[in-house]
């Protein structure tokens, strides 16, 4: 059974910092990986999706990176700033004929002026 | 705009009492799910549907239906509520087989429903 982990659980830091936010997955058959950020009682954003055959994506700030061979997924968030403090969530969704997202429990981040 | 529309986005009932919650995508998606998130257990499928008229069991579907009739609409029907279903409800919805050519790539979110049952 495939099981999502993110560590740490809660982050906070100075703006101005270069950050890590660490995604590990125990099956390494999946179809794409996705990160999501969550505010406070609100929706999931979209932030990038990484394809099985793909090993990195780009968008602005953030870089992810996928090495299914081990199971991990890291998304760093370059030069953070208080806006970007939210709930970040990466999901896995296997490579069966299903429509389905695995989450992990999220990484809570704060980025303090 | 591209978008998961939820209604209502708050809602407060009592226990039995039957509910609908709506959720409708403009973005000609073929699969569409439906999510609640809880304290400490994070996102877990209720029911997803990967065609009209084709719907499925996720990881927790007791005590809740759905229908996909039409594409673009995929409701979630609480037919006898209880308190144990309160939580912050999610749809969601993706091109088919989660293809990275059709933009937005992967799955959309709704806004979601905070659903409280006494």
């Known amino acids: 059974k495939q099981e999502v982990t993110q560590i740490p659980a809660a982050l906070s830091v100075p703006e101005g910092e270069n950050l890590v936010l660490n995604c590990s997955f125990t099956?390494?058959?999946?179809?794409?990986l996705q990160w999501f950020r969550q505010d406070p009682g609100k929706g999931l954003t979209s932030l990038l999706l990484?394809?099985?055959?793909?090993r990195e994506q780009t968008s602005g700030r953030l870089n992810a990176s996928l090495d299914k061979s081990s199971g991990r997924s890291t998304l760093y968030i370059a030069a953070s700033q208080p806006g970007d403090s939210a709930t970040y969530l990466c999901?896995?969704?296997?490579?069966?004929?299903?429509?389905?997202?695995?989450f992990g429990t999220g990484t809570r981040l704060q980025v303090f002026p | 705009e591209a978008q998961v529309t939820q209604n209502p986005r708050y809602l407060i009932t009592v226990t039995g009492k039957k509910l609908t919650v709506t959720c409708s995508q403009n973005?000609?998606?073929?699969?569409m799910s439906w999510y609640r998130q809880d304290p400490g257990l994070g996102l877990r499928q209720i029911y997803y549907?990967?065609?009209?008229?084709?719907?499925d069991k996720g990881d927790v579907p007791e005590g809740y239906k759905v229908s996909r009739k039409e594409k673009r609409n995929f409701p979630l029907i609480l037919e006898s509520p209880s308190p144990n279903q309160t939580s912050l409800y999610f749809c969601?919805?993706?091109?088919?087989?989660?293809?990275?050519?059709?933009?937005?790539?992967?799955?959309?979110f709704g806004s979601g429903t905070r659903l409280t049952v006494v």
């Open positions: 990484i394809q099985s055959s793909q």
């Open positions: 099956d390494s058959a999946i179809y794409n």
């Open positions: 969601a919805s993706s091109p088919r087989g989660g293809q990275h050519t059709t933009l937005p790539y992967g799955y959309t």
């Open positions: 973005m000609n998606h073929e699969y």
């Open positions: 549907s990967m065609n009209v008229e084709v719907t």
């Open positions: 999901a896995v969704r296997p490579p069966r004929n299903t429509d389905k997202l695995i």
